[in-house]
């Protein structure tokens, strides 16, 4: 113990980051001077196309909420009897594309079988149910800033039917209104992949929609890698073979994309992380840390993502023991 104080004063002397999990105490109380608080619950945060409001979920299998930065009024979105929702983002309408399933069972089950598709409308009124799109995903949604499309992935596990075991498949579709009343559309095959060697999820779009982000699961570990969508060539932006890199939220002009990695971290898995910034270009090496929550025991930062102008990250405190996507606060950072 004497030893690691030492340490930790030397380190604060020099003005150098602590060493893995050795400060005391919580990040969530020492926060550096560009980072406030936004809640003090939640999970999964997602901005408004405006940059006003930040969407995020209550937790998991919970409710969705919003809150408008100028005031900080909180924000009930599904406000009716609902199995659980696991994510909440904004469509470039504004209307709310949700993801839960329609009854709960348990909650591997739950989420790796019967996560649906949703989206409910901007002006909703007392009453009004998110609108189910009839088609099932696999974790997450990229969705583009500027048209209609999407991309999501599917595993053996939403569509037995349709994939071998350990097979995963990335589609696009276009989210539309048909009559007041929201479908699915256009759906394309872009890639396949199949388990060890990866599995797959959709995150961003770039360059005009011509480019999609996407996270290659390998597990424990995980890589950074995009598709053209017209070619079908793949870029490797960040693979190394002991690390976990989680690609997260995309800046505005694509050049740079933020990432959960074990880098500099004391074990390398999805539960020992922090926030990166890498710029988006073949086996990138301008990769710069950007929280250091995992400094202290038993923490980790998660799941960013980025205002429309660039200008700002909302991210969540998140537990070292617990799955990913838990979160307990938003936080945002306003970058320097």
């Not at 004063?9 to 150098?16: D, I, M, S, V």
């Not at 974790?139 to 037995?160: D, F």
């Not at 950074?224 to 890199?245: M, Q, S």
């Amino acid at each position: 113990m004497t030893r690691v104080i030492a340490a930790l004063a030397c380190a604060a002397a020099l003005g150098l980051a602590a060493p893995q999990g050795t400060k005391q105490g919580s990040p969530e109380d020492q926060l550096p001077s560009n980072i406030t608080r936004l809640s003090y619950f939640g999970e999964r945060a997602s901005w408004s196309p405006d940059g006003r409001r930040v969407a995020f979920m209550e937790k998991s299998f919970g409710d969705a909420y919003e809150i408008d930065l100028s005031n900080k009024a909180l924000r009930l979105l599904t406000h009716y009897p609902h199995a659980g929702f696991l994510r909440v983002q904004y469509l470039p309408n504004g209307d709310y594309f949700l993801i839960g399933a329609r009854t709960f069972t348990d909650i591997q089950s739950t989420r790796s079988r019967d996560q649906e598709m949703w989206v409910l409308k901007r002006d909703f009124k007392p009453g009004d149910h998110a609108v189910p799109l009839d088609h099932k995903i696999s974790e997450g949604v990229a969705i583009s800033r500027t048209s209609s499309k999407i991309a999501w992935s599917n595993t053996r596990g939403q569509y037995p039917d349709q994939l071998q075991e350990g097979e995963s498949v990335i589609y696009t579709g276009d989210v539309v209104d048909e009559g007041g009343t929201p479908k699915l559309t256009n759906k394309k095959e872009v890639i396949r992949a199949r388990a060890p060697e990866c599995t797959l999820e959709a995150q961003d779009f770039r360059d005009n929609d011509r480019e999609l982000i996407y996270t290659c699961y390998r597990s424990p570990f995980a890589d950074v890698l995009g598709v053209e969508l017209a070619t079908g060539r793949i870029t490797v932006y960040r693979k190394l073979a002991g690390e976990y890199n989680e690609v997260e939220g995309i800046f505005p002009d694509g050049r740079y994309t933020l990432v959960e990695s074990s880098r500099e971290q004391s074990q390398q898995n999805s539960s020992y992380i922090d926030i990166w910034k890498l710029r988006l270009e073949p086996n990138s090496d301008d990769f710069t840390r950007v929280t250091h929550w995992g400094e202290y025991a038993g923490y980790k930062a998660s799941n960013p993502v980025v205002s429309p102008d660039g200008r700002r990250i909302a991210f969540q405190s998140a537990r070292s023991k617990d799955p990913a996507g838990v979160g307990y606060g938003i936080f945002v950072m306003d970058l320097k």
